[in-house]
């Protein structure tokens, strides 16, 4: 029986009460919009990070604020995240028919969920989901941006790019899809050391360049399947954020690297 994922990390990683969850919401969109080049055409994919908001909400919402000319038209969120609590053999359903959050519950999109049936790679395992943050605070920013969308919620354990590709295509769809991978860089490098690494990760990204190990990504495995289904929609690569926690909340002995990047299709690619 399909179930109620209920947040995990409301009052934690962000804040726990309603108000507060939007007020903090509304000012890291607005500071990021401020600080945006200026709008980028519609996304097809973005990867974010999945801190505390303290630490990565910023970068998140320089992300997040570009889907305000897409907000009727994404109806399905395909959200991929590395499960960091419970070990997963393959790329993990909820089992849940809800994901909640304080803004409210988010229907989980049975009908995208059976199209991966027939796929061997992908299970179901509440377990991997119960505590999961990594899918769970990009939730938030999810609600506040889009009106009405239903969720693919996947949480990525021991599998190969070309599994998480698979999956990906599976569920490609129009512009009614958006797809998301919740990722942070490098973890617990000295400051300087953690920008030289995460710039150049940040730029085999760009490139499409993958795989990544999970030492430049902890999602580098949904990355490096992201980049391998890039290759092939002959998506193009927009950076909009890259820091650390040490330009954030946190000290520069031992700092967690961030980006937010846009994955836009070319009208003019033959898919």
Known sequence: MPHVRHSAVAGAFYPGQRQALVTTIAGLLATARLQADGAIAAPKALIVPHAGYVYSGLTA??????????????????????VHRVA??????????????PLGPIGVDQT???????????????????????????LPFLQTMLDDFKLVPLAVGDATPAEVAEVLEALWGGPETLIVISSDLSHFLPYHTAQAIDQDTVEHILNLDGPLTHEQACGGTPISGLLLAAQRHHLQTHLLSLCNSGDTAGDRQRVVGYTSIAFLEDPNAIQ
């Open 61 to 82: 919402a320089t992300a997040y604020a570009q889907l305000a000319a897409v907000r009727s038209t994404v109806r399905r969120v395909v959200l991929l995240g590395p």
């Open 88 to 101: 997963v053999q393959g790329l993990a359903l909820a089992g849940a028919s809800a994901f909640d959050t």
């Open 112 to 138: 995208a969920e059976a199209m991966l049936a027939h796929l061997p790679q992908v299970v179901t395992s509440v377990a991997a989901h119960a505590l999961e943050h990594s899918l769970e605070v990009q």
